[in-house]
């Protein structure tokens, strides 16, 4: 149990590392894109560079129409900052010191519900603005799925709270 402990913790660190990582880097792409700071817009304005911060070095390069900024950049990004702040919520479950709690089942079915009821509506909702391609509709299963282990994972979870409170009251 120690190792799954040490490893839930590390996961838990890294996914928040990446959540704060993409949705930081999603506020500040938006706040260059509406405010055109930190902004240089190259080939005839066809593509806008988002620099680094205080540097005119290339940090994003996007294509400029407003359906790929939208559908291809900042939805993506933002979807997945919020997917790994879930999945460090999931992690930080199996290092909890009680397994079998409402909270915990709550945090599972908050990940599971994100999983198999956002990314395929919003990858073909996407698609009717740009070209999803192929590997985007992968991922999108492959979130339904991770979504339907984490289902299963909860049933888990909650038939363990009912025997630990069943435990708990012949106690």
Known sequence: ??????????????????????????????????????????????????????????????????????????????????????????????????LFTTENIKTLKLFYVFNIFLPLPIAIFSNFFVEVEGIIWILAFTHFMLGIFALFLSGIFSQGLNLQNEQDLFI
């Open 1 to 98: 149990m120690n190792q799954t402990k040490i490893i839930s913790k590390t996961l838990y660190y890294v996914c928040i590392i990446l959540s704060a990582g993409y949705l930081l880097t999603m506020i500040y792409s938006l706040f260059c894109l509406l405010t055109n700071m930190g902004t240089t817009l190259v080939d005839h304005e066809k593509y806008v560079h988002i620099n680094y911060p205080f540097t005119e070095t290339s940090f994003l390069i996007l294509n400029n129409t407003s359906s790929y900024i939208l559908f291809s950049f900042l939805l993506p990004i933002t979807l997945y900052g919020i997917f790994f702040w879930l999945s460090a919520k999931v992690f930080r479950v199996f290092f909890q010191s009680k």
